[in-house]
């Protein structure tokens, strides 16, 4: 489970990095994504389709909010209780 998790992040992370910042960025996992201008709200959009695709987990549209998708932590959290066969 650990091992998941980490290969988790680190895709996450590596899409973030590839589709919202620029060559060289580095993003921490605490790292504001709004307040720091990575993600717009568009950008939550290509998250939510991103996630939901790769790690095979439906969010409710409720679910959609800065509380979640803010940093990597958040969105490890959201991924984490959405799992399938956690």
Same mark, same amino acid.
């Given at each position: =489970?650990?091992?998941?998790?980490?290969?988790?992040?680190?895709?996450?992370?590596?899409?973030?990095? #590839?589709?919202? =910042?620029?060559?060289?960025?580095?993003?921490?996992? #605490?790292?504001?994504?709004?307040?720091?201008?990575?993600?717009?709200?568009?950008?939550?959009?290509e998250l939510l389709v991103f996630i939901q695709k790769n790690f095979h987990v439906a969010i409710d549209a409720a679910e959609i909010s800065v509380n979640n998708f803010d940093t990597i932590e958040m969105m490890m959290r959201l991924i984490e209780e959405k799992w399938p066969n956690r």
């Open positions: =489970m650990i091992f998941e998790y980490i290969a988790v992040k680190a895709r996450l992370k590596e899409f973030i990095v #590839n589709e919202f =910042m620029e060559e060289g960025a580095i993003l921490q996992d #605490n790292q504001s994504l709004f307040g720091s201008g990575v993600v717009s709200s568009l950008g939550v959009i």
